[in-house]
Antibody, heavy 121, light 106 residues
Framework: QVQLQESGPGLVKPSETLSLTCTVS??????????WAWIRQPPGQGLEWLAS???????FYNPSLKSRVTISVDTSKNQFSLKVTSVTAADTADYYC?????????????WGQGALVTVSS | SSELTQDPAVSVALGQTVRITCQGD??????ASWYQQKPRRAPVLVIS???SRPSGIPDRFSGSSSGTTASLIITAVQAEDEADYYC?????????FGGGTKLTVL
């Protein structure tokens, strides 16, 4: 049973960089049938996909956020990470890491519990 | 990027059948998947790739599609099915989610 766990600061100051790490257990991040992804959900709002990465390092990003978002993978630690630069209050959200199917419909079959990140001075 | 449109809210009487829809041009090419989210919990995949149920999801959940519209169908709705439901699919840029539908069980 795969498990994903987000970790990182819960409070980030405006204009700074948000950094989160997802630790994967029960599956190898080098699974060639899966991507690894970040999704966020502002309070009271819907889900927004941010980025996905394959273990080889291939990435794809939400075009609306691409200039501020970086996703990376550390196969030695079975982890992947997210950075969002120049944050504002609009980046306050629950951030979820998830395992993603590589085939046709790109669905997310396992999710972390989520990490609330608040942007405030 | 393309969009997926869902009705913001739907209600259904206990034991009845409800259809939650998701519309978008990308659904002509790619299957929709569906997630259930209860308050203060992570989303859970209930239907993948149009109409496949992950292990542990009751068979009262099913999916269908036609043209640019995908549907999540819940038969014999239970009180515990009250939740937010999101569709997602693939588009030319990557991944897109619908805005979500709040299902109320009466």
């Amino acid at each position: 049973q795969v498990q994903l766990q987000e970790s990182g600061p819960g409070l980030v100051k405006p204009s700074e960089t948000l950094s989160l790490t997802c630790t994967v257990s029960g599956d190898s991040i080098t699974n060639n049938k899966k991507y690894w992804a970040w999704i966020r959900q502002p309070p009271g709002q819907g889900l927004e996909w941010l980025a996905s990465i394959y273990y080889s390092g291939n990435t794809f990003y939400n075009p609306s956020l691409k200039s501020r978002v970086t996703i990376s993978v550390d196969t030695s630690k079975n982890q992947f990470s997210l950075k969002v630069t120049s944050v504002t209050a609009a980046d306050t959200a629950d951030y979820y890491c998830a395992r993603q199917e590589v085939l046709d419909s790109y669905y997310f079959d396992s999710w972390g519990q989520g990490a609330l990140v608040t942007v405030s001075s | 990027s393309s969009e997926l449109t869902q009705d913001p809210a739907v209600s259904v009487a206990l034991g009845q059948t409800v259809r939650i829809t998701c519309q978008g041009d990308s659904l002509r090419k790619f299957f929709a998947s569906w997630y259930q989210q209860k308050p203060r919990r992570a989303p859970v995949l209930v239907i993948s790739a149009e109409n496949s149920r992950p292990s542990g999801i009751p068979d009262r959940f099913s999916g269908s599609s036609s043209g640019t519209t995908a549907s999540l169908i819940i038969t014999a709705v239970q009180a515990e099915d009250e939740a937010d439901y999101y569709c997602n699919s693939r588009d030319s840029s990557g991944v897109v989610f619908g805005g979500g539908t709040k299902l109320t069980v009466l």
